[in-house]
């Protein structure tokens, strides 16, 4: 925790979200500002000023049974 800041588990409420709706859902123990081989992070680049950052896109398809 950093003081002044105010901090918020995203991972958490996204899992907690789901799982009222009735989805099951895992939440990860990554860190896509840590993990640099792993993962692009617009945090890390912007904290080290660097002119550019890499693209992620993700979808999610909901088919009717």
């Not at 799982?19 to 840590?34: F, I, P, S």
């Not at 640099?36 to 890499?54: A, I, N, Q, V």
Request: net charge neutral; proline share 2%; aromatic share 10%.
């Amino acid at each position: 925790a950093n003081a002044g800041h105010a901090m918020f588990d995203l991972n958490r409420y996204t899992v907690d979200r789901l799982a009222k709706a009735g989805v099951t859902a895992e939440g990860l123990d990554r860190c896509t500002y840590a993990e640099e081989g792993l993962f692009y992070s617009y945090r890390r680049t912007t904290h080290r000023k660097e002119p550019d950052y890499g693209r992620q896109v993700s979808a999610i398809v909901l088919e009717r049974e």
